[in-house]
T-cell receptor, first 112, second 113 residues
Framework: SQQGEEDPQALSIQEGENATMNCSYKTSINNLQWYRQNSGRGLVHLILIRSNEREKHSGRLRVTLDTSKKSSSLLITASRAADTASYFC????????????FGEGTQLTVNP | DVKVTQSSRYLVKRTGEKVFLECVQDMDHENMFWYRQDPGLGLRLIYFSYDVKMKEKGDIPEGYSVSREKKERFSLILESASTNQTSMYLCASLGRPQNSPLHFGNGTRLTVT
């Protein structure tokens, strides 16, 4: 069954604005990862946050994790048209070993 | 950089055909995965393998089998293709430590007519 659920399903913003995507999950996790997928391509890893971490940064990306609420958010600051893509969260549960469970993704459109 | 290569970007097959989807990774990763991706359903795990000749069922293994004879190659087999197996198939690999990201191939879009 799907563990992560992204919200919103689709987001459309203007270049320069910030984009925030949320992910909720159901079971206890070892880590949570965010991936990006350009249309018709494979997924590319963006950032991994461990269950004992609360916030992580990578360039224009900021990820937060709230294990008490079983939720995470991905913030993309100063968005660009090239950020247009689908974004997925994926979780590794405490009992799943190396298996990742993906949500359905958020389709982000950044308008020039 | 890790490279995961899927042999075909697009494939069209007929109902009832036996279909092989091939995936090769060049980083000596132990773990390999096959997902399918459908609109509104996200990525669903079909099978995975954590070592040569080892395989585990994922969430939707019905109608599929896999083969891992060599560490670098993980094949997905559709024994008798059906139209409901029309989908995007994504292969991924994972090395150690297990708190590592997946590396994906570019996907194979399979159409079964």
């Amino acid at each position: 069954s799907q563990q992560g659920e992204e919200d919103p399903q689709a987001l459309s913003i203007q270049e320069g604005e910030n984009a925030t995507m949320n992910c909720s999950y159901k079971t206890s996790i070892n880590n949570l990862q965010w991936y990006r997928q350009n249309s018709g391509r494979g997924l590319v890893h963006l950032i991994l946050i461990r269950s004992n971490e609360r916030e992580k940064h990578s360039g224009r990306l900021r990820v937060t994790l709230d294990t008490s609420k079983k939720s995470s958010s991905l913030l993309i600051t100063a968005s660009r048209a090239a950020d247009t893509a689908s974004y997925f969260c994926a979780t590794v549960s405490e009992t799943s070993g190396s298996r990742l469970t993906f949500g359905e993704g958020t389709q982000l459109t950044v308008n020039p | 950089d890790v490279k995961v290569t899927q042999s075909s970007r697009y494939l069209v097959k007929r109902t009832g055909e036996k279909v092989f989807l091939e995936c090769v990774q060049d980083m000596d990763h132990e773990n390999m995965f096959w997902y399918r991706q459908d609109p509104g359903l996200g990525l669903r795990l079909i099978y995975f393998s954590y070592d040569v000749k080892m395989k585990e069922k994922g969430d939707i293994p019905e109608g599929y089998s896999v083969s891992r004879e060599k560490k670098e190659r993980f094949s997905l087999i559709l024994e008798s293709a059906s139209t409901n197996q029309t989908s995007m198939y994504l292969c991924a690999s994972l090395g150690r430590p297990q708190n590592s990201p997946l590396h994906f191939g570019n996907g194979t879009r399979l159409t079964v007519t």
